[in-house]
């Protein structure tokens, strides 16, 4: 196990350089026109064709670290907007599923244009966008899902107002046949406009879902800077969950995505007695804030610059250092977190080979406080996908009491396009 500023599991790699940092050419040809291709993170609901030509352009201006914010954005925006105009029409000629598809597809765009953080202008402008047709092409689907703004009443008075989310009900469920519900927190660059993208699965299955973002992302209104932020935050979400006499208050559970992974650690112990369990998948705790980490992730697994974002994320904007001093106010270990004897049913789940977040965290994890569960994937890297899935879900299934097939929900991740 990795001690702060000594060796980590893969301590061998972090002197190396990944090839897609050296130009988007590079990061498109080695890591994303695959996933781009069949749909698959960080193109969800997305489609190849729309992005061609956008890194036909890319590639001409020969783009690379450290991107321009604007520039970089302003590329996608021609495609997003005809997307949408066509969605608009569809719509109007009363084609619920092209307007859909069409919606969801100039979000993909918006999406790709702001990764991984809005952290200029047009990539400001970008993600607001990208929440308008998102929300309405999730709302004319077969299956929708509503957007749900609800106050913030345990927030400071600094803090955002609003709480914001997606709350999906199955169809046809009702207060007198109460259904599970999975809270998905969603990650560093993959907000609530993406992690949709598990909905219409679980909605299949006759589970509720709401997918929201983590703090210092996307429409959170928690101090970033606040380690106890977060607390707020889900206590504002639990207490509304329980005004919804459709959901079953014995059967709720969170799964926290990437960075999300962080936060269902923490809501596991601060919130123990209101959940059923909890899936950290691809999180960290305490190792991931060391310098000896984030003075090397820059050039690892994450396609951009992890160690700036996750600086952004944490509200110290594009000050590095002073987000590395502050970095162990973030630890769950120094806080208590992990010894805490109140934890609700723990997963954890990551790759062994992890550049994102350092396996040593998980174990740190499993050595503290209450028992935990785990499942470590070897020769895998972030989330040790696409294993972890096939360990995750059926631990749900049998969490909730229902019946499910791994293989057929994960068929319903990637995108299809039909128009």
Not at 23 to 52: C, H, N, V
Not at 315 to 327: I, P, R, S, V, W
Not at 390 to 401: D, H, N, Q, S
């Amino acid at each position: 196990m990795a001690q702060p500023g000594g060796k980590f599991h893969i301590q061998d790699k972090l002197s190396t350089t990944a090839p897609h940092h050296e130009s988007f050419e590079q990061l498109w040809a080695t890591k994303w026109k695959e996933p781009a291709t069949r749909g698959l993170y960080p193109f969800m609901f997305g489609s190849i064709k729309d992005f061609e030509p956008i890194v036909d352009q890319l590639v001409k201006e020969g783009q690379k670290e450290p991107y321009d914010g604007d520039k970089y954005a302003t590329v996608f925006f021609p495609k997003a907007a005809e997307l949408k105009i066509a969605a608009e029409h569809a719509e109007q000629e009363g084609n619920q599923e092209k307007a859909s598809e069409l919606y969801l597809r100039s979000s993909a765009v918006y999406r790709i244009s702001r990764f991984p953080a809005p952290r200029s202008e047009k990539q400001r402008y970008a993600w607001e966008q990208g929440k308008i047709v998102s929300a309405k092409g999730l709302a004319l689907r077969e299956r929708p899902t509503r957007e749900v703004k609800i106050p913030h009443k345990h927030g400071l008075p600094s803090e955002g107002k609003e709480l914001q989310f997606y709350y999906h009900l199955p169809p046809g469920m009702t207060k007198e046949k109460p259904v599970p519900l999975l809270i998905i927190f969603t990650g560093l660059d993959g907000y609530r406009t993406e992690l949709a993208v598990w909905i219409e699965g679980w909605s299949r299955l006759n589970v509720a879902v709401i997918v929201l973002e983590i703090p210092g992302t996307g429409d959170s209104p928690a101090d970033p800077k606040d380690p106890k932020s977060p607390d707020r935050q889900y206590s504002t979400l639990l207490d509304w969950i329980d005004k919804q006499p459709e959901i079953d208050p014995a059967r709720k559970a969170v799964w926290g995505f990437s960075t999300g992974g962080y936060y269902a650690i923490r809501i596991a112990h601060t919130h123990a007695d209101r959940l059923a369990g909890a899936i950290a998948l691809g999180g960290g705790c305490h190792y991931m804030f060391t310098d000896t980490w984030l003075d090397n992730v820059n050039r690892l697994e994450y396609p951009f610059d992890l160690a700036h974002t996750l600086a952004y994320k944490w509200g110290y904007g594009n000050d590095l250092e002073a987000f590395k001093k502050d970095g162990m106010n973030f630890s769950l270990l120094n806080d208590g977190t992990l010894d805490s004897k109140e934890c609700t049913r723990l997963l954890l789940v990551n790759g062994m080979d992890d550049e994102i977040f350092p396996i040593d965290d998980y174990q740190l994890c499993l050595n503290h406080g209450a028992i935990k569960e785990a499942r470590f994937v070897d020769a895998k890297k972030h989330m040790g996908e696409p294993d972890s899935f096939f360990i995750i879900l059926p631990w749900l299934y049998k969490l909730f009491g229902i019946q499910g097939n791994s293989g057929q929900q994960m068929g319903t991740i990637p995108s299809r396009p039909k128009f």
